[in-house]
């Protein structure tokens, strides 16, 4: 399944959905080679991903995911993927000494994580951009006073009130 985004001259950068969709994109691979004919319908098992791969996958779900939690661009330049790569190489250096192997770690589930990995920060984008309309919406919604009624703009304490 190929994702693509449509792009004219001189159009505006895209959306953070597109940019996390080229991402997904990214993340989605063929299934390895198995050297003979796969019969029609039955799906090769995927590749094995290096302790680099599985790392740098991490750090991608994380910066996002804090990218549309929080609301902040920052995490995109200070975890960039070219300033967390000798990161993810030198953690990845340490496990593949001692033996560590994190997609044995995650089992026969790493279709599932990957999908989830690209799915999170999706839904986060979108429960944060409805959050946004909606409280725009109830911010057009709310009624003033009653023509007539008291209004009291002081930070004076009223009849005695402290």
């Known amino acids: 399944m190929k994702i693509t985004q449509r792009t004219d001259e001189g159009a505006a950068p895209a959306s953070p959905l597109a940019a996390l969709a080229d991402q997904a994109q990214g993340l989605l691979q063929p299934p390895a080679e198995t050297g003979g004919d796969t019969p ?25 995911t804090l990218c549309t939690f929080a609301k902040v661009t920052s995490p995109k330049t200070t975890m960039a993927n070219e ?48 959050s946004e309309e909606l409280k725009a919406a109830k911010a057009t919604t709310t009624t003033a006073p009653a023509a007539g009624g008291p209004v009291v703009l002081s930070a004076v304490p009223v009849d005695g009130q402290q």
């Open 83 to 130: 300033v967390m790569q000798p990161v993810v190489d030198a953690n990845a250096a340490v496990l593949d000494k001692y033996g560590v192997d994190l997609s044995k770690a995650t089992g026969d589930y790493m279709t599932e994580i990957k999908a989830a990995m690209v799915t999170v920060p999706v839904l986060l984008a979108i429960r944060s951009g409805l």
């Open 40 to 64: 029609e319908g039955e799906v090769t098992a995927p590749g094995k991903m290096s302790n680099a791969q599985v790392l740098m996958m991490a750090v991608e779900l994380v910066r996002d």
